[in-house]
């Protein structure tokens, strides 16, 4: 069964780095682009990045553009979200997700997401 | 950016009753790339219907999705316990991917 599994998350102050990582199971790692959606508590979700299936695109939500990083490993199965510069607006549970329609196929047109990590909390205080 | 808004924000309903959650669009959401997760509280998003009115694997027949352009409905025939939740429609068919603000099914 499909798995995706964060870690990194934590506590860190206004201005530092924070690393996130999603270990994925259970699916043709490589064949898929996968995201990062964000939940502040309490509050709605919004999508933070997208990676191509092969690493070669990226793209990212404008409240993060330039300061986050989405990368992928496709030997190691392990997405990554390498975040600068963090704000305490960027207080949030983290989730990667699975886009729900193979990215390697032509004309793919993909970008609602059917499977989600647990979550990780990352906290942005002083 | 398309704006997505979920109406009512609260729906307040009984075990056996019918729900009806709407999702509005600022703009036309191309090829009805519409999606509607459940949440509940503590856990992550579940997938529960994809491209307007697909349900997504394991997604019991009493969820059905239904719309195009700019109007969006999620109908939960016959609601069950597990069902009282929070509900996100997302739109897909323009970058930035934008979700609704969510609507809360409580028990009335």
């Known amino acids: 069964q499909v798995q995706l599994v964060e870690s990194g998350g934590g506590v860190v102050q206004p201005g530092r780095s924070l690393r996130l990582s999603c270990a994925a199971s259970?699916?043709?790692?490589?064949?898929?682009?996968m995201h990062w959606v964000r939940q502040a508590p309490g509050k709605g979700l919004e999508w933070v990045a997208l990676?191509?299936?092969?690493?070669?695109?990226?793209y990212y939500a404008d409240s993060v553009k330039g300061r986050f990083t989405i990368s992928r490993d496709n030997s190691k199965n392990t997405l990554y979200l390498q975040m600068n510069s963090l704000r305490p607006d960027d207080t949030a549970v983290y989730y990667c997700?699975?886009?729900?329609?193979?990215?390697?196929?032509?004309?793919?047109?993909?970008?609602?997401?059917?499977?989600w990590g647990q979550g990780n909390l990352v906290t942005v205080s002083s | 950016e398309i704006v997505l808004t979920q109406s009512p924000g609260t729906l307040s309903l009984s075990p056996g009753e019918r729900a009806t959650l709407s999702c509005r669009a600022s703009q036309s959401v191309s090829s009805s790339h519409l999606a509607w997760y459940q949440q509940i509280p503590g856990q992550a998003p579940r997938l529960l219907i994809y491209?307007?009115?697909s349900r997504a694997t394991g997604i019991p027949d009493r969820f059905s999705g239904s719309g195009s352009g700019t109007g969006f409905t999620l109908t939960i025939s016959g609601l069950e316990p597990e069902d009282f939740a929070v509900y996100f429609c997302q739109q897909y068919g323009s970058s930035p991917y934008t979700f609704g603000q969510g609507t809360k099914l409580e028990i009335k």
């Open positions: 997700a699975k886009d729900g329609v193979r990215g390697d196929l032509v004309g793919a047109e993909g970008g609602y997401f059917d499977y």
């Open positions: 491209g307007a009115s």
């Open positions: 990676i191509s299936y092969d690493g070669s695109n990226k």
């Open positions: 259970g699916f043709i790692f490589s064949n898929y682009d």
